[in-house]
């Protein structure tokens, strides 16, 4: 029991990745408000990022920058350990574009939704869809 308590305070990141996806995930399926779903995917987005970042990064690793202190290549081993791989945080910069230029693709639609049928509420939408 008490290595299953300690397990979880030292990966305390993880399970709050998980929190946040759950809350998103939550929201996204049983709010019936649009922008609330949106948010739920905001939330979502946000904490599948927060998880890559984190497990990008490495204690007592350096930048990938390699500085030539000499003029020969067989000088200097270089240990791959020592590094950080610095291609989770590049995609994770895309994923941020990406995930916000969704959301306000998505809260334009939301407006314009709310222009034509005077709700945002998914029951009252479908409804009047269905009457049409």
């Not at 739920?40 to 946000?46: D, L, S």
């Not at 020969?72 to 590094?83: C, L």
């Not at 990406?98 to 639609?109: D, E, H, K, Q, R």
Request: glycine share 6%; charged share 15%.
């Amino acid at each position: 029991m008490e290595a299953l308590i300690h397990h979880i305070v030292a990966h305390y990141n993880y399970w709050l990745y998980i929190i946040l996806m759950m809350i998103g995930l939550y929201a996204m399926i049983a709010k019936n408000n649009l922008i609330k779903k949106l948010v739920g995917m905001n939330i979502f987005q946000t904490a599948i990022i927060l998880f890559y970042v984190s497990i990008g990064c490495k204690k007592g690793a350096t930048i990938p920058i390699l500085e030539e202190h000499g003029t020969g290549m067989g000088e200097h081993i270089i240990k791959v350990a020592d590094y950080i791989n610095p291609l989770p945080h590049v995609l994770m910069l895309t994923a941020i574009v990406v995930s916000v230029s969704t959301f306000g693709v998505a809260l334009a639609l939301a407006v314009k939704i709310y222009q034509h049928y005077q709700t945002l509420e998914e029951d009252e939408i479908l409804m009047r869809l269905r009457e049409k």
